[in-house]
């Protein structure tokens, strides 16, 4: 069974860079892009960027200048930078796996919420 | 970059019903659209991928359709469990958009 752990800072300031990672238990390592996902409180899905095990990435054109997403397939982790937060980058953040010949999310973790604060 | 549209914003309706929930994309993407449905609180769930493939173990009152631009999720015989949040999502080779989602309100 696939899971996805996934752990960070949960308060920031504003200016600050947000940093998480996600650990994958079970199934391949390989063969998938893995993903962020954010959602602010009370609002919907923001898609943030993605990588797969060779290292090869994806973002989304509203984030790119500030994203970076990184592999470590020996320790089967991806992690996530965000740098220059502000409190419109407060939410929960969420690694997924894209599966389903990489068109859609079928493990997701348990989130984390982030508070960006001044 | 391909917006995503999702109508209604809100939808309110009896265990029993059956409701659809569109979803339009801003450009072609085939079938490359996927359902989620959220839960507060909890991370969401895949319930339907490439338009209309019902994901293991996600009950068979969910059914997508469409193709292109217009696509839609169609509940049958909505049950109390059903009453969520509902997501649409594109993936194109290199970027992936969400729907503003819709909520599903017991009425």
Known sequence: QVQLQQWGAGLLKTSETLSLTCAVYGGSFSGFYWS????????????????????????NPSLKSRV?????????????????????D????????????????????????????? | DIQMTQSPSTLSASVGDRVTITCRASQSISRWLAWYQ????????????????LEIGVPSRFSG????????????????????TYYCQQYNGYSR???????????
């Open chain 2, 38 to 53: 959220q839960i507060p609180g909890k991370a969401p769930k895949l319930l339907i991928y490439k338009a209309s493939t």
């Open chain 2, 97 to 107: 958009t969400f729907g503003q989602g819709t909520k599903v309100e017991i009425k």
């Open chain 1, 90 to 118: 407060t939410g929960v953040y969420y690694c997924a796996r894209a599966g389903r010949e990489l068109s859609s999310f079928d493990y997701w973790g348990q989130g984390t919420l982030v508070t960006v604060s001044s």
């Open chain 1, 36 to 59: 962020w996902v954010r959602q602010p409180p009370g609002k919907g899905l923001e898609w943030i960027g993605e990588i797969n095990h060779s290292g090869s990435t994806n973002y």
């Open chain 1, 68 to 88: 970076t997403t990184s592999v470590d397939t020996s320790e089967r982790r991806i992690s996530l930078r965000l740098t220059s937060v502000t409190a419109a």
């Open chain 2, 65 to 84: 359709s469409g193709s292109g631009t217009e696509f839609t999720l169609t509940i049958n015989s909505l049950q109390p469990d059903d009453f969520a």
